[in-house]
């Protein structure tokens, strides 16, 4: 049993809410080619270049090329970044627990793509068989007690050598962003109400700055249900997994760039900075950042140890 709320569910519930908010809202279009689910990302021009850069860092750990690379709880693929990961592969295997989701990942990927409902915490496929994998933005959505349970069965379908990158969250946990959480929140505060003097009360701020009315009320549509473990909690139940190595994805969250990073505030340039940190010290930012990658691999099989 998992604690939701106050309700306890269990963990079929869990998944069977988190399956249901993706098939019905986060995976339904807000026009423009994105999904609600863009509401969590900041996708304002001055961002931009930043996140494009963290989302091609993926890249750098997992192999360039071979024949199958799983994604697992794909999604739609929705970032044009998120195609270059399997550019080189076959096959972009791509897991998800959501229909819709799926569906979606046919329309951008068609033949490229092998589609497959399932759960990332019980895969339905065969041992030793990814040579690369990917997991973004997913295991978080699994209750507390599987996470560890995904780790080591994405492990287990890697071929011997095999990559995987895990993009997580520390959630509440991040030092930096927790640090930071009452600026956010002031200058967070700060921008509404300017923004309520510009547009009137009854205006909610644009997310995005998408305009469309069915948009604005799937955009404030609550979310699902979300699970996120500390540092400390990965470094020591995944002590076991070889190569387990934590780095940065991206040490801000999206809270922070909408209220510190504005372009008449040179948000560019704070940006590039940030970035550029993010290289220099990839391991500390990754530990107290908001987005870690969790890099992990297969041992090389004994035949090619013994070479
Ligand atoms: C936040 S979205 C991320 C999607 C994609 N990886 C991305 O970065 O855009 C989480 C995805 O995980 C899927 N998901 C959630 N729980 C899952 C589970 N237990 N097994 C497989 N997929 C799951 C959801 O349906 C959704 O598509």
């Not at 309700?7 to 807000?30: C, H, M, N, P």
Request: aromatic content about 12%; charged content about 25%; hydrophobic content about 35%.
């Amino acid at each position: 049993m998992t604690s939701s709320g106050n309700v306890l569910t269990t963990e079929a519930q869990v998944k069977q809410q988190v399956r249901d908010f993706y098939d019905s809202v986060g995976w339904r279009s807000i026009g423009d080619g994105l999904y609600q689910n863009a509401r969590y990302e900041d996708l304002r021009p001055v961002s931009r270049e930043y996140i494009h850069r963290c989302h091609l860092r993926v890249s750098r750990y997992i192999p360039k090329s071979g024949k199958y690379l799983l994604d697992a709880g794909s999604g739609p693929i929705q970032y044009p970044e998120y195609l270059e990961y399997s550019k080189e592969f076959d096959y972009r295997v791509c897991l998800d627990i959501s229909m819709l989701a799926l569906k979606e990942a046919r329309q951008r990927i068609g033949d490229h793509g092998l589609y497959v409902v399932g759960d990332i915490a019980n895969l339905p496929f065969k041992s030793e068989v990814f040579k690369g994998l990917i997991s973004l933005h997913t295991i978080h959505h699994l209750p507390s007690d599987e996470h560890k349970l995904a780790f080591f069965d994405l492990q287990r379908t890697l071929q011997p050598s095999g990559k995987a990158a895990i993009v997580y969250s520390w959630g509440i946990h991040s030092p930096l962003m927790k640090l930071l959480q009452i600026p956010i929140s002031m200058a967070m505060r700060a921008i509404h109400a300017r923004m309520r003097r510009k547009v009137g009360p009854e205006r909610k701020p644009e997310v995005n700055q998408i305009e469309n009315g069915d948009a604005h009320e799937l955009i404030s549509q609550p979310g699902t249900f979300t699970f996120k473990h500390d540092y400390r909690w990965i470094k020591s139940e995944l002590i076991e997994l070889t190569g387990l190595e934590i780095r940065v994805w991206r040490s801000v969250s999206t809270a922070f760039m909408r209220a510190f990073i504005h372009r008449k505030l040179f948000g560019k340039f704070w940006l590039r900075l940030i970035y550029a940190f993010e290289e220099i010290a990839p391991r500390y930012l990754g530990r107290i950042g908001q987005y870690p990658l969790i890099l992990f691999q297969k041992p090389p099989s004994k035949s090619s140890r013994e070479r």
